[in-house]
């Protein structure tokens, strides 16, 4: 059974404040990893992926993976009110599916 | 820039009714899937198409459910004696190689 683990939240920060999203996962033979936003009654909206080690920044986005550990994150720089929503993480196998996590509930305080 | 939509935006059925959900990916497209994510939790995987077959399905998707690509451009779900247990919303989503998924709006499903 493939499991993904993330904190349920929610985590709130301070507007302008950095968001710090993690996610561990079970199955080793997990190759990409992608990081889902999802606002409420929405469908998720693909924000990053990342495929090797190490750190991937995409303008106030960065991911982070660690293949040895099966751990990856995501951080938001100078977060916003419109961050605020559920943060899925999805690492894929060699297959074609995602294996979603239950999600990170995020709130930015103005 | 092309997106995935689905139709209808919420679709009302009976139990033991059957259902097809509509989805038209984007066009250069070649992977097709389908998701649920029953309210208040996660988003789960049903089905994968490729080359006009399935590629892999999940537990969930049993004898009740098959898919369709009926012509080039839409891609159905079909559920054929719906149950309670049925009402979650349904998403489509399309890649064009196998990593990045884009989600369609969704399909609000309530089995009554």
């Known amino acids: 059974q493939k499991e993904v683990e993330q904190n349920s939240g929610p985590l709130s920060v301070p507007e302008g404040a950095i968001a710090s999203l993690n996610c561990t996962y079970s199955d080793r033979g997990s190759q990409s990893f992608f990081w889902y936003r999802q606002y409420s009654g929405k469908s998720p909206e693909l924000i990053m992926s990342i495929y090797s080690n190490g750190d991937k920044e995409d303008g106030r986005f960065t991911a982070q993976l660690n293949k040895a550990s099966q751990y990856v994150s995501l951080l938001i720089r100078d977060s916003q009110p419109s961050d605020s929503a559920t943060y899925l993480c999805a690492p894929r196998d060699y297959g074609q599916n995602f294996v979603f996590g239950p999600g990170t509930r995020l709130s930015v305080l103005p | 820039e092309p997106e995935v939509t689905q139709t209808p935006s919420h679709q009302v059925t009976q139990m033991g009714q059957e259902v097809i959900l509509r989805c038209v990916p984007i066009s250069n497209h070649l992977y097709f899937y389908w998701y649920r994510q029953i309210l208040g939790q996660k988003v789960e995987f049903l089905v994968s198409?490729?080359?006009?077959?399935?590629?892999?399905k999940s537990e969930i998707f049993d004898d009740q459910f098959s898919v369709e690509r009926p012509d080039g451009s839409n891609f159905t779900l079909k559920i054929r004696s719906t149950k309670l247990e049925d009402s979650a919303m349904y998403f489509c989503?399309?890649?064009?190689?196998?990593?990045?998924?884009?989600f369609g709006p969704g399909t609000r499903l309530t089995v009554t």
């Open positions: 989503a399309s890649s064009e190689d196998v990593y990045e998924q884009y």
């Open positions: 198409f490729y080359n006009n077959e399935i590629s892999e």
